[in-house]
């Protein structure tokens, strides 16, 4: 085959082109230039972030023949560094740590590292050295402490922890990070220019996520598109149809759906989606990056790594619904992912779902329901559901001053108090018993009140509005008690209870009472 992989054709060929992994090239390339280098080195990283890449790089800096000395920049173009380049070399031997994991493999190699090198240093690269057995890491010991002085040892791994501690203990160790997204895309668009192909920056972006920090990764993908339209120029949406992505305006449609509690809706357009061949796990994934974008985008989190087009559309639904409704159903969909995978019928599992989060009480709901409103009176399967999103509007507005056309001493008490705390605690007001005794009144409320009386209204700024409020219709100095009519029904019903020795509030209890729940212990 004539044809050169983009992973291959485009491996970095110097420290320097070594991509978002400065951290550890600079470190080495001081360790050569004032010849403090170790006998074993440890690279450890996620898949495609230059481990390999960087071992031999290594290896031509210690082998290059235009250079008296081990250099930070090797020539490439003397006969070491090509031969190692093309893995050649006979100073360097690279062993799959997979393939070659047994005692008898690593005996062969300690037998190979007793002959003199050609050049300067004889290199071992061992990949995926955590597969080798125990008996093979014992035997390795010995050599990899007190190896002859012309030759180093560079271990390459993606799972560091399955390392027996008295390897680790005499290797240096340097862990390769995965790449940012935004680095990635600007390098595929780059390399993409190279080919003749001219990829928009939504494009470079979708594949630097679907790589997901490898950049092998995302080269191996950028051969995949090529092979498809190897000039010209393409969009997201072509790249999505190539690899198979879903586009985010689908995961957006089922989302503004749930915005606008129309299930039938959001379940439509699930099916829709299905129809294509998309595994329903991948949707379930794709729903909650989209909830979870949303949800940074409303917190005024950048996001990395997105493009301004995918920013925009999070920014626009998140004006749709609230912070706190977001954060509950991130949780859901997130809980929904691994449902799914041992789900019997994982569509009617997500079918349900989405008929939940797009009929479930609200947050304003709730806040209504505790605030002695009662339950919300909404049908959450209308016949006609309301198209209208939930609006910012419900969470954090500030709540209304109440004003009540009632001229009486408690009307006016009422207005007076209600101004600075607000309507729901002024609603409470109206359900008191106003009993005045010269400088010295009380209210007195029905027992439903008691949690809202003795763990809202007794709270000390509460109180002093109240008073307040009194001194001004009743004249200074007059008193203020609140009291809580003792319960007038026996009701035998068995009683939710928490942990023993707590009391439940009436305020919770009639929740419950409503739901024919109950508090587990």
């Not at 210690?62 to 050649?88: D, F, Q, W, Y």
């Not at 209504?368 to 909404?378: D, E, K, V």
């Not at 507005?397 to 001229?407: A, C, K, Q, V, Y």
Request: with cysteine; net charge negative; proline share 5%.
């Amino acid at each position: 085959m004539s044809y050169l992989v983009l992973a291959r054709k485009c491996r970095p060929a110097t420290f320097e082109e070594v991509v978002a992994q400065g951290h550890i090239t600079d470190t080495i390339k001081n360790a050569l230039s004032k010849d403090r280098l170790a006998h074993a080195y440890l690279f450890c990283g996620p898949r495609g972030t230059g481990k390999t890449t960087t071992a031999r790089i290594l290896a031509k800096a210690l082998n290059c023949e235009n250079s008296e000395k081990p250099t930070p920049e090797p020539c490439g173009k003397c006969n070491s560094c090509v031969s190692i380049a093309g893995s050649r070399s006979p100073d360097v031997l690279e062993i799959d740590g997979a393939s070659n994991r047994g005692i008898a493999e690593i005996q062969a190699l300690r037998e190979r590292v007793q002959y003199a090198p050609r050049g300067r240093y004889k290199v071992f690269i061992i990949d995926e050295v955590h597969m080798l057995t125990k008996e093979a890491f014992n035997a390795l010991l010995k050599t990899l402490e007190e190896p002859p002085p012309q030759v180093m040892f560079i271990f390459a791994t993606t799972e560091p922890q399955k390392l027996p501690s008295t390897i680790t203990s005499r290797c240096q160790r340097y862990d390769f990070r995965r790449i940012p997204a935004n680095i990635i895309a600007e390098e595929i668009g780059k390399i993409a220019s190279n080919e003749g192909l001219t990829l928009t920056e939504d494009a470079t972006v979708l594949i630097a996520n679907r790589a997901d920090g490898a950049f092998r990764d995302s080269l191996s993908i950028l051969d995949q598109i090529l092979a498809y339209s190897p000039k010209g120029e393409l969009s997201s949406k072509e790249i999505s149809e190539i690899l198979g992505i879903l586009p985010l305006e689908a995961f957006d449609r089922i989302a503004r759906n749930i915005a606008k509690r129309d299930p039938s809706g959001a379940i439509n357009e699930l099916d829709t989606i299905i129809e294509t061949g998309v595994n329903i796990i991948q949707i379930a994934e794709g729903l909650a990056e989209h909830f979870h974008g949303t949800l940074m985008s409303k917190l005024g989190v950048d996001i990395e790594g997105i493009s301004q087009a995918t920013q925009d559309l999070y920014r626009q639904f998140a004006e749709m619904i609230s912070s706190e409704d977001l954060l509950r159903i991130v949780r859901r969909v997130s809980e929904l992912q691994t449902k799914l995978k041992y789900a019997a019928q994982p569509r009617f599992l997500f079918e349900q779902e989405l008929v939940y989060l797009s009929s479930f009480s609200t947050t304003a709901d709730i806040k209504s329901m505790l605030s002695g409103g009662g339950l919300p009176t909404s049908n959450p399967f209308p016949n006609n559901p309301s198209k209208e999103p939930l609006q910012n509007s419900e969470y954090f507005e500030e709540e209304e001053e109440i004003e009540i056309d009632d001229n009486s001493e408690k009307g006016r008490l009422i207005n007076l108090f209600g101004k600075k705390r607000g309507q729901a605690k002024a609603e409470w007001l109206k359900q008191a018993e106003l009993i005045s005794d010269e400088k010295r009144i009380i209210l007195r409320f029905p027992h439903s009140l008691d949690y809202q009386v003795n763990n809202i209204l007794r709270l000390r700024n509460n109180m002093e509005t109240l008073k307040e409020a009194a001194e001004e219709v009743f004249g200074e100095g007059t008193i203020v008690d609140l009291d809580v009519q003792e319960s007038q029904t026996n009701d035998n019903r068995e009683q939710p209870k928490a942990s023993k020795g707590k009391v439940i509030p009436d305020g919770v209890k009639s929740i419950l009472d409503s739901f024919d729940a109950k508090l587990e212990e």
